[in-house]
């Protein structure tokens, strides 16, 4: 079973930038492909990043080219850095383990945090 405590949150500034982390505990992290993805008030969950094991990543288009997803499994840890951040990205960020890049993006999920709250000022 794996635990996910994701931080980072705040409200920023249109182009401006955040960090958010993740960090996993209570199994084995290295085994699980990570993600993110976000939600924002009357719309559907949307998979934004992923990363496996050995850090291939994946990107929706909305974000590709700003957002950077990482992870230093020996600190059971996974990053989103957003940059250019825009009012649209404002959301409830939440992290994600999987078996895959794929099930990441189905959010065919083995666990998911409680979400941190992204808010993005015009």
């Known amino acids: 079973q794996v635990q996910l405590v994701e931080s980072g949150g705040g409200l920023v500034q249109a182009g401006g930038s955040l960090r958010l982390s993740c960090v996993a505990s209570?199994?084995?992290?290295?085994?699980?492909?990570m993600g993110w993805y976000r939600q924002a008030p009357g719309k559907q969950h949307e998979s934004v990043a992923a990363?496996?094991?050995?850090?291939?990543?994946e990107y929706v288009d909305a974000v590709r080219g700003r957002f950077t997803i990482s992870r230093d499994n020996a600190k059971n840890t996974v990053y989103l850095e957003m940059n250019s951040l825009k009012p649209e990205d404002s959301a409830v960020y939440y992290c994600?383990?999987?078996?895959?890049?794929?099930?990441?993006?189905?959010?065919?999920?083995?666990?998911w945090g409680q979400g941190t709250q992204v808010t993005v000022s015009s």
């Open positions: 990363i496996t094991s050995g850090g291939s990543t």
């Open positions: 209570g199994s084995i992290f290295s085994r699980y492909a």
């Open positions: 994600a383990a999987a078996h895959s890049l794929a099930t990441i993006f189905q959010r065919i999920l083995v666990a």
